[in-house]
């Protein structure tokens, strides 16, 4: 079983107009992980707003789950001690015009010299799956076929429809503005290791970007851990969505990984149409087509049933099938994190997108209420019962 770990980005929100909140320093200080695995589990991001979180490494999708659910349970709760709330939507619903500040950190306060407005708009909140790949050389191998599903991957998790109290008419707004540093997007093709390395030196040795950090491709091998890290994912109102993603692209790195090994070509797209297709699944999400790995329009769910097929030999192993495939279909059937924002604005304006994304994204925050959600099991202790 190849194991996986999983990063969610948070906002935190004042909890009745849902806008930022810079206290993130106080928030982790108090939610008591900071000592946990070398301080790695809970991580400060770009602005002040934002918090990470990180899960152990982990060899089921059962881990990553109780995992996610402590991780979220903590924060909530030091979240609440502070007076705000933590949100899994992976762009503010709304937000006032003065600039959230920077995390007073050297590379961040780098980054604000470097493309002022661009971080004046990064309140944008991704999750990162991390799958362990045997070499940096077999990492390259997956990049090169994981790359065509990128698209189909940013469409299911679509979560960022709103931007500044208004609809953007995007399913992804994340992807869009993220899409705008200098070197993002669908990774090239790599010929293997050497070429990857070579091309991100050339990026580094021209001043084009400040380190490996800085590069924004929607997947990419990490530099910290053996293992390629896939980045285009929203973050997700539900933990068992996230788990959901996390299990597909698990399988789609295994699936690259043995194709590899058993000589089958790479398959290829134009370059043009691949980044057309992200595009498309930014701004549509799950609610029209999609354009398949093959660069053909079909309708969504033929292409996410494609991909179950696709990668089934990989959910049998680990014996996710049942978990994945249930998920994926009430996904088509209810819709992505997008859709159910856009039907909380269209009934109760942004309180009720607000309320739907506290209410989603903390498990049991009170632990004398009853849990929010289908989807939240009770957390004690970081235990799920």
């Known amino acids: 079983m190849t194991t996986i770990g999983v990063e969610e980005e948070f906002l935190l929100t004042d909890p009745v107009l849902g806008l930022p909140v810079p206290d993130a320093e106080k928030v982790r200080a108090t939610a008591g992980l900071t000592s946990l695995t070398d301080g790695q589990e809970v991580q400060p991001e770009l602005l002040q707003a934002q918090v990470e979180v990180a899960t152990p490494v982990c060899g089921s999708l059962q881990e ?69 790949v045997p070499s940096r050389d077999a990492g390259v191998q997956v990049l090169n076929r994981l790359r065509l599903w990128l698209p189909t991957l940013t469409a299911m998790a679509a979560n960022s429809p709103l931007w500044n109290g208004h609809d953007t008419g995007f399913a992804s707004w994340r992807t869009v503005v993220f899409n705008r540093w200098p070197v993002s997007g669908v990774p090239p093709r790599f010929q293997d290791a050497a070429d990857y390395d070579r091309r991100t030196r050339l990026l580094l040795d021209r001043g084009l970007i400040a380190d490996h950090g800085q590069l924004y491709w929607q997947a990419r091998l990490s530099e910290r851990y053996p293992t390629i890290e896939v980045r285009c994912l929203d973050v997700q109102l539900r933990v068992d969505d996230a788990v959901m993603l996390a299990g597909v692209v698990r399988g789609l790195v295994e699936t690259a ?77 209810e819709g992505t994190g997008a859709d159910r924002q856009r039907a909380a604005l269209a009934a109760g304006g942004l309180r009720a997108v607000n309320a739907l994304v506290i209410g989603e994204s903390t498990p049991c925050v009170d632990e004398d209420a009853p849990c929010v959600g289908e989807s939240a099991p009770c957390v004690d202790e970081g235990t799920p019962r």
Do not use: F
Request: glycine letters at 8%.
């Open 64 to 132: 990553v789950g109780g995992h996610l659910l402590r991780l979220r349970h903590a924060l909530g709760i030091a979240a609440e001690k502070h007076g705000c709330r933590i949100a899994a939507c992976a762009t503010p619903p709304s937000h006032d015009d003065l600039p959230v500040p920077v995390t007073e950190q050297a590379r961040y306060r780098a980054m604000l010299v470097q493309a002022p407005q661009l971080v004046a708009e990064q309140l944008v909140n991704g999750m990162h799956v991390h799958v362990c």
């Open 257 to 333: 990984l043995a194709d590899a090994a058993a000589g089958v070509p790479v398959p290829d797209c134009a370059p043009e149409v691949l980044q057309a297709a992200m595009w498309h699944a930014a701004r549509h999400g799950l609610s029209d087509t999609l354009i398949d790995p093959g660069g053909h329009r079909r309708r969504a769910g033929d292409v996410l049933y494609r991909l179950l097929q696709h990668i089934g030999s990989s959910l049998d192993r680990n014996g996710d099938t049942r978990e994945v495939t249930g998920l994926v279909h009430r996904l088509l059937r």
